[in-house]
């Protein structure tokens, strides 16, 4: 494994984990904070591309969306 892989897995790992924490989290204030974060600062080092960028932020919008379902259909 070269650098540049070893730094991607770091990376997700590092999101898929502040995704987990998120979860456990949800309802609280800023719970997806460090995730967004997460997936943004690892974007902008490069060590995720741009799909893998979108696919993290539509996995976290996907998870509040399924959260906030029951929510707004109880109202």
């Not at 997460?38 to 996995?59: Q, S």
Request: charged residues 25%.
């Amino acid at each position: 494994m070269n650098v540049a892989q070893r730094d991607h897995q770091t990376a997700v790992n590092w999101i898929e984990g502040e995704i987990d924490n998120m979860i456990r989290d949800l309802g609280k204030a800023n719970a997806s904070a460090a995730a967004t974060s997460c997936v943004t600062l690892a974007f902008m080092l490069r060590v995720i591309d741009e799909a893998e960028h979108r696919y993290f932020r539509a996995r976290i919008d996907k998870i509040y969306a399924n959260y906030n379902a029951p929510i707004v259909s109880a109202a």
